[in-house]
């Protein structure tokens, strides 16, 4: 059975590009086209998708309304790919498709041979296939989210630190926006902890991530400059295409290595080297996935001592790398996305009052 797309796209150049690359895997098959949002919805009821690929900025109606009605009325796994995080400078307004239902986003790839060209082509096809593999729900419209409180009425689990750790470390992929948004904002302007967080992100959406993130989070968010300390109440991700580590004299290292489970920056190169030196006053975070990065990593931290959590497979898009970790026993709490932020500030908090 092959993966039924329908590909929402108004440039006639791109649709083309993307058709030639879709059409290249014997594994996807295009079962419609459209050059709107409207038209593409009329669509989706005769050619019954499995996935679909949508632009951002499109007449009559956009990516963001598309995907909107599309999570309302069917629930289908959308991939954004689109070309406006180059040309845009308010690039956090694509993470709001995010926010809507869909899945990733990816940038558009160009005609030509070139070496960014190929790797977005092979990324493309990869995607697709993951996220045909992707339950999605529907979506009721969002209301204003700004600042909109994370408490779900669950009761939080409740966890004994027995140090005053020093470093929270999170590592996320496919699904991991969402889930780092619900994670950051459950911390208030306090928080008395550096956070480094490892996203996998096609290359030219980190400040949007940041810029939208910002939107939301208490704390300031930036890229990791290299020699700077990790400051308490400030959370930080290594620049694009570079691993992020911490030196033995405690400052941020950027390095080129090679890719570490498929990707550089790596959740584990992080997690290793901060596991190294901080041991057992570390907490580290695994959310939602495709692959492995960040098991090994994980199991670092559990090794020293620190405290580890995954996030579970009910509320992961993917849940690939926490069921990495947890199947090598690198976590020691699984737990729904909502609770993972809560419960790290109580604990905390907790041990801030025994100890003052």
């Known amino acids: 059975m092959s993966i039924r797309v329908l590909v929402v796209e108004d440039s006639p150049v791109a649709l083309a590009i993307l058709k030639k690359i879709l059409n290249s895997s014997p594994e996807i098959e295009i079962v419609g086209t459209a050059k709107t949002g409207l038209e593409g919805l009329a669509l989706i009821p005769d050619v019954q998708p499995d996935v679909i690929c949508t632009d951002f900025f499109m007449p009559h109606m956009n990516g963001l309304e598309f995907t909107s009605q599309v999570m309302l009325d069917y629930a289908i796994p959308i991939l954004v790919v689109s070309a406006s995080v180059q040309e845009e400078e308010d690039t956090h307004r694509i993470f709001q498709l995010l926010e809507a239902g869909a899945v990733d986003i990816l940038p ?96 030219g959406f980190l400040q949007g991530l940041i810029d939208w993130l910002n939107d939301y989070c208490h704390l300031p968010i930036q890229i990791a400059t290299a020699g700077e300390r990790p400051e308490p109440g400030k959370i930080y991700f290594p620049p694009e295409r570079q691993h992020l580590e911490i030196s033995h004299q405690g400052r941020f290292v950027h390095s080129q290595l090679p890719p570490v489970d498929g990707h550089c920056p790596s959740v584990t190169t992080l997690f290793e080297s901060v596991a190294q030196l901080y041991g057992r ?37 993917v849940f690939g790398m926490p069921k990495e970790a947890i199947e090598l026993g690198a976590a020691q709490k699984v737990l729904p996305i909502q609770s993972i932020g809560p419960m790290i500030l109580r604990a905390v908090q907790q041990l801030s009052l025994h100890t003052n």
Do not use: W
């Open 108 to 203: 558009k790839p160009k005609a030509g041979l070139d070496a960014e060209n190929m790797r977005l082509k092979r990324s493309l096809i990869n995607k697709i296939k993951v996220l045909s593999g992707v339950k999605v729900f529907k979506k009721k419209p969002l209301k204003s989210a700004h600042h909109q409180s994370n408490s779900s009425g669950r009761a939080v689990s409740a966890i004994q630190l027995s140090s005053r750790p020093k470093m929270l470390v999170v590592g996320s992929s496919t699904g991991g926006p969402l889930a780092l948004q619900s994670l950051l904002t459950a911390f208030p302007k306090d928080f008395p902890l550096p956070i480094i967080c490892v996203q996998h992100i096609s290359l």
């Open 281 to 317: 006053r570390t907490i580290g975070v695994l959310l939602t996935g495709m692959g492995r990065d960040g098991a090994d990593g994980m199991k670092a931290i559990a090794d020293v001592g620190g405290l580890t959590i995954a996030q579970d497979e009910a509320t992961s898009v």
